[in-house]
């Protein structure tokens, strides 16, 4: 399975952005049990969830996202979307998308979104 990220980039404090990534395989399928998300790394920081929404649309947020970001997925795509609102500066870092099904997991490359203040 290979994920493909789009959305990253540079805006200014209190902008918004919206990433996208989309499975090559089916990951929102019957039996699949899946699940895709967002991480994010920032320098000399260690990876975090900030996002994640399994088949049955059920969604889990970092505490620092909450309010301001929103996932979403259309399952027949096996698409997930990150809408983030009200970005701050300590939003910037890389973004990873990250698919879950059974006992497997898959990255995408990264994305980075840079919010100035």
């Known amino acids: 399975v290979q994920l493909v990220e789009s959305g990253g980039g540079l805006v200014q404090a209190g902008g918004s952005l919206r990433l996208s990534c989309t499975a090559s395989?089916?990951?929102?399928?019957?039996?699949?049990?899946?699940?895709m998300g967002w991480y994010r790394q920032a320098p000399g920081k260690q990876r975090e969830l900030v996002a994640e929404i399994n088949s049955g649309g059920s969604t889990n947020y970092a505490a620092s996202v909450k309010g301001r970001f929103t996932i979403s997925s259309d399952n027949a795509k096996n698409t997930v979307y990150l809408q983030m609102n009200s970005l701050k500066p300590e939003d910037t870092a890389v973004y990873y998308c990250n698919a879950k099904r059974t006992i497997e997991s898959y990255w995408g490359q990264g994305t980075q979104v840079t919010v100035s203040s």
């Open positions: 395989g089916t990951i929102f399928g019957v039996y699949t049990m899946g699940v």
